[in-house]
């Protein structure tokens, strides 16, 4: 064979245009022994990584990221606000490698991804991307400094990483990417406290960064969803602290504001029903200030507002995990259960909370509503139920506000019984709303016929 393919440079090029390669399939490529092979490797250095022994050895080549390295430390911060080394995340052409750090690798881990090797950026990093209402404000904010499209939904992982390793001191869940990063968020954390809004300061303080946040300005780090919301952190009476998300209504007074208002005040009083039948769900608060209507919302991943925990939604598991793409929460509580990533108990919980928003008119259970702890062992375990609320009735994009029909699917007799219960709290739910004066009288009327519907869907269904 020529001289040149016994060379480190030949062997770049092969791992460059294919990826990560069998070491059997290198050798054949190459036209070398498995000694040569071991030869060039070691000549490459460290820019050819070594994965796996003996004759399951794959070979990838190593790439660097926007000028900022190839190779950076994962961290973690627990619910102290201490962090720790968790991993080492490897750009590779073809992919990215994670390499835990620790004596125990995630079960998930050894069981799904044994050498490490993901195609894109990791699942447990896909949530932390800037997305929605917020993310797109962040994008805007930093787009010109990073040379980052503007709009968040255009950037490639390789432009999402450079952002985590710039800026991503405050991501979803409780990874932070790089020694830059970690550092402000560590003086992040510092400054959590001297920077917290009072909680009988929050009518005086909301307002402005409601203003602030609709001309489109940073206010909090970034968050999904597409509703108009800031984030804050809240320091209590008794000198505690809370770290929360504002959702907010228009200040002016036409039927869009008060229908999303009246939808505020819907999720507030479906997140009191969950936790009425042991749901476990996010804290939530009403508040009235400047016109506007706050609903503000306690992050269970940020612990005491200093202290974090790891979280990954079902479309991240869903993707990197369980083959095939669920119909809906019920379809994919039926997967996840046989692939073994979620115990029996969190399927059958999983379900209850869908057939809960059918009955509540929520149109909006994607996979991004709905999510799991983020911890080492297998099954993962859901988290706090968010953003339950009967989005049938938001305006549409153009504040179209005709009316809505409500309707429910019947249950199928695997989840009858589920069905059943969860139509007992619906009903509450629809109680509620009718006769609560926070609600617009408009509203409450269809709060009213919603109820009966459903009391009609009961006697069919039981």
Request: aromatic share 8%; with cysteine.
């Amino acid at each position: 064979m020529p001289r040149q393919a016994r060379n480190p440079q030949t062997l770049s090029l092969l791992l460059q245009t294919q990826g990560p390669t069998a070491s059997g399939a290198v050798v054949s490529a190459l036209g070398v022994s498995r000694a040569t092979l071991s030869r060039l490797v070691a000549e490459a250095g460290p820019a050819v990584e070594r994965i796996g022994t003996a004759r399951n050895t794959r070979y990838a080549l190593r790439r660097a990221v926007r000028h900022l390295g190839d190779q950076w430390n994962v961290y973690r911060i627990d619910e102290t606000g201490r962090a720790r080394v968790w991993g080492e995340l490897r750009a590779l052409h073809g992919g990215f490698r994670f390499a835990p750090q620790e004596a125990t690798v995630p079960e998930w881990m050894v069981r799904d991804y044994p050498d490490g090797i993901f195609p894109g950026l990791p699942f447990f990093l896909q949530d932390a991307r800037p997305q929605g209402y917020v993310g797109r404000a962040l994008a805007r904010n930093v787009s010109t400094r990073l040379g980052l499209p503007a709009n968040p939904e255009r950037w490639s992982d390789d432009e999402v990483l450079s952002w985590f390793i710039a800026e991503g001191l405050d991501l979803t869940g409780d990874i932070v990417v790089g020694d830059r990063a970690l550092e402000q968020a560590l003086r992040h954390v510092e400054g959590v406290r001297a920077n917290a809004i009072a909680e009988d300061q929050r009518e005086n303080i909301y307002p402005a960064c409601a203003t602030a946040a609709q001309r489109g300005e940073l206010v909090g780090s970034s968050a999904g969803g597409e509703q108009p919301k800031f984030l804050a952190n809240v320091s209590v009476r008794e000198g505690g602290l809370r770290s929360v998300l504002v959702k907010f209504s228009s200040a002016d007074a036409s039927p869009v504001s008060q229908r999303w208002a009246d939808l505020l005040c819907c999720e507030h009083l479906a997140a009191e029903t969950l936790c009425a039948h042991s749901i476990p769900c996010s804290r939530t608060q009403l508040l009235a200030a400047g016109g506007r209507r706050f609903l503000e919302v306690v992050r269970y991943d940020r612990p005491n507002a200093i202290g974090r925990r790891g979280v990954v939604t079902l479309g991240a598991i869903e993707d990197a995990i369980v083959p095939g793409t669920p119909a809906d929460w019920i379809d994919a509580a039926r997967r996840f259960e046989a692939a073994q990533v979620i115990s029996q108990e969190d399927a059958k919980s999983l379900q209850w909370r869908w057939c809960f928003g059918d009955l509540i008119g929520n149109t909006d259970m994607h996979r991004a509503n709905v999510s799991f702890w983020l911890d080492d062992g297998l099954p993962f375990s859901l988290a706090p139920s968010y953003d339950m609320l009967p989005m049938l009735f938001a305006p549409g994009a153009q504040g179209d506000l005709s009316e809505r029909e409500f309707y429910s699917r019947p249950p199928l007799p695997p989840i009858a019984g589920v069905w059943a219960d969860a139509a007992v709290a619906a009903g509450e739910f629809w109680s509620r709303v009718s006769t609560d004066e926070r609600i617009s009288a408009g509203f409450r009327v269809i709060a009213a016929r919603c109820m009966e519907q459903l009391q009609d869907l009961r006697d069919r269904y039981g």
